[in-house]
């Protein structure tokens, strides 16, 4: 059974720095891109960042892109992202996914919040 | 960046009604279209992939269709647990981006 399991969401300061993990098991990790999809407390949904099978390539969207970092260690099948420079407009549940360009499978999201 | 517009922004249907939501790409993203289902609190639930590919253990009610520009995901006959947020999403090229999602609400 595939399962995505995300950690490391808090309460924030605006300028603070967090880092989110996710843990998968239950496939091959490394021969899927790894993705980080992101929702605003009642907003729609926000591709964050994608990290390739080797950690070679990255790709961020254009909110976080300077702010963020994402990368992946496949010994511990797991990926990462290193949250800098936090805003208030930061503040979501952070979804981790499986692949690149559909996704089947999600993780249940952990929560950060950006405020003071 | 490919902007995904989703029409209507919310509907008020009944059981059994059909229901049709449109998402318009703003460049051909080929059939790089998928469509997700999102109950509150929950996680989005992948629906169709390839603009046409119905996902494993998806009712067949659902269905879409479309290419290029212009996409259409139809529920037959809504049913009670059908009622949530539908968003589309394109897969055609980085960043990916998803249409600003479609309430699906009881009348």
New interface residues.
């Given amino acids: 059974e595939v399962q995505l399991v995300e950690s490391g969401g808090d309460l924030v300061q605006p300028g603070g720095s967090l880092r989110l993990s996710c843990a998968a098991s239950g496939f091959t990790f490394t021969t899927y891109w790894m993705t980080w999809v992101r929702q605003a407390p009642g907003e729609g949904l926000e591709w964050v960042a994608n990290v390739k099978q080797d950690g070679t390539e990255k790709n961020y969207g254009d909110s976080v892109k300077g702010r963020f970092s994402i990368s992946r260690d496949n010994a511990k099948n797991s990926v990462y992202l290193q949250m800098n420079n936090l805003r208030a407009e930061d503040t979501a549940v952070y979804y981790c996914v499986r692949g690149t360009a559909s996704w089947t499978f999600w993780g249940q999201g952990t929560l950060v919040t950006v405020s003071s | ?1 490919i902007q995904m517009t989703q029409s209507p922004s919310s509907l008020s249907a009944s059981v059994g009604d059909r229901v049709t939501i449109t998402c318009r790409a703003s460049q051909s993203i080929s059939s ?1 279209l ?1 469509w ?1 289902q ?1 109950k509150p609190g929950k ?2 639930r ?1 629906l169709i ?2 603009a046409s590919n119905l ?1 494993g253990g998806v009712p067949s009610r659902f269905s879409g269709s479309g290419s290029g520009t212009d996409f259409t995901l139809t529920i037959s006959s809504l049913q009670p647990e059908d009622f949530a947020t539908y ?1 589309c ?1 394109q ?2 090229s ?8 479609t309430k699906v609400e009881i009348k």
């Fill in positions: 960046d790089y998928n997700y999102q996680a989005p992948l992939s390839a996902q968003y999403q897969g055609y980085t960043p990916r981006t998803f249409g600003q999602g």
